[in-house]
Each structure stands twice: as structure tokens, then as C-alpha cells.
């Protein structure tokens, strides 16, 4: 089945131990998004991939760093991880950016 | 600036019951596009409906059915005869059309769902 894949479900790191999220697609879509969702709240954009066109969104942290190597792959990160970045990261695909998003099941980030 | 609110933070019905989630929107583009996504406590999100600042048609699909009234600035959801599978919480979302802005989609804060067997 089509999917978006994410890699851990859970990684826990150290207080400024750089991490790296990833999250793969078979769906061939054009869009790939990272979000930040802390617990009880709503999805938060920080940043997406058209194609290999990146887009940052303004509040997002520095600390925070993506990749897309090619159209299936795309990896999140996080430079000096604080306690405040522990959270869920959902990464989601769509084949444009007004369309639907079809998201992975997130990974849950632990920072000691 | 775009705005979502979801102004029920928790719902709790019993099973069979019918149940409506709020959601208002705020935004200054004439084109733009509402969606309701649903997190089980799997947690991953999963897409329900799309719906264009165009198209004011209601929808429904079997159990579930979507009013978008522009007038209010609104477009609730519907859960008809719910059911335990249902609890969940259910985000409504605003994506601007053109994205060379900034909150280029922006989720409300979601309404926890719970239905009581």
C-alpha cells in the first residue's frame, strides 16, 4: 500500500545532541511537510519541500534543519535539541500544497 | 491573519448519538480551502473532506456530513449516529490558496471527541 513512512516512532536524545527524523513516501507526491505537534495542541508547519524548492516558515527555529535528497525522502534536523523541542513530529505529503495532506504516524521525540 | 477556532475543546456523547463539531475560520482571501482531519489515539492524522471557498455545497459521507456556511465563517461536521470508533480528536484546518505567505495553513486546536459505549 501507498504510504508515508516515519523513522524512529520514538527517539529520545540529550539536551543538544543533534537528532535526525526521517520520513519516506511511496506515493510520489510532489509536497512533503514537517510539522511540530505538542501534546494537546494543533499541528504547527515548520517548513515543506515542493519538489527540491524548500520553504521555511518564519517563526521556525534555526535549530531546526531539512533535507530532501530526492522525491521520496525527506529527513528533519535538529541541531541542539532542547527540552522545549520534545514533541511529536508528523511528516505528510501531498501532490500540491492546497491539497490534502496525507501524514505518517509521527515520531515521538524525548529530550533528556 | 488566518485564524481557526475550534471553541469545543472536549465533547463527550453516548454511542448513537448525533454530534456536531464547531469550527470558525478567519481570513482575508476570497480563495481558499477548509479541511477536517481526524488523530485516533494511534495518532496519526487522517483526511476527511476538502472543501473550496467556492463551493458552499453540504456533503455527506454515510455517517458523516459538512455544513460550510461562508455567512458565518463556519463549516461544522456532523457525526451521525456515532459510534466508539469515532472518538478521536478532530482538527478543522484553513490553507491559504496561494502559500507566499506566512500561517500558509493553520489548524484549530482540535475538539477531543469521546463516545461512551
Known amino acids: 500500500d501507498a504510504m508515508v513512512i516515519q523513522n524512529p516512532r520514538y527517539q529520545v536524545t540529550q539536551f543538544g545532541k543533534p537528532v535526525t527524523l526521517s520520513c519516506s513516501q511511496t506515493l510520489n507526491h510532489n509536497v512533503m511537510y514537517w510539522y511540530q505537534q505538542k501534546s494537546s495542541q494543533a499541528p504547527k508547519l515548520l517548513f515543506h519541500?515542493?519538489?527540491?524548492?524548500?520553504?521555511n516558515e518564519a517563526d521556525t527555529p534555526d535549530n531546526f534543519q531539512s533535507r530532501r535528497p530526492n522525491t521520496s525522502f525527506c529527513f528533519l534536523d535538529i541541531r541542539s535539541p532542547g527540552l522545549g523541542d520534545a514533541a511529536m513530529y508528523l511528516c505528510a505529503t501531498s501532490t500540491d500544497r492546497v491539497n490534502e495532506q496525507f501524514f505518517g504516524p509521527g515520531t515521538r521525540l524525548t529530550v533528556l | 491573519a488566518q485564524k481557526v477556532t475550534q471553541a469545543q475543546t472536549e465533547i463527550s456523547v453516548v454511542e448513537k448519538e448525533d454530534v456536531t463539531l464547531d469550527c470558525v475560520y478567519e481570513?482575508?482571501?476570497?480563495?481558499?480551502?477548509l479541511f477536517w482531519y481526524k488523530q485516533p489515539p494511534s495518532g496519526e492524522l487522517v483526511f476527511l473532506i476538502r472543501r473550496n471557498s467556492f463551493d458552499e455545497q453540504n456533503e455527506i459521507s454515510g455517517r458523516y456530513s459538512w455544513n460550510f456556511q461562508k455567512s458565518t465563517s463556519s463549516f461544522n461536521f456532523t457525526i451521525t449516529a456515532s459510534q466508539v470508533v469515532d472518538s478521536a480528536v478532530y482538527f478543522c484546518a484553513l490553507s491559504e490558496a496561494l502559500w507566499n505567505r506566512d500561517d500558509k495553513i493553520i489548524f484549530g486546536k482540535g475538539t477531543r471527541l469521546h463516545i461512551l459505549p
Open positions: 519541500y515542493y519538489d527540491k524548492d524548500f520553504n
Open positions: 481570513t482575508r482571501d476570497t480563495t481558499y480551502y
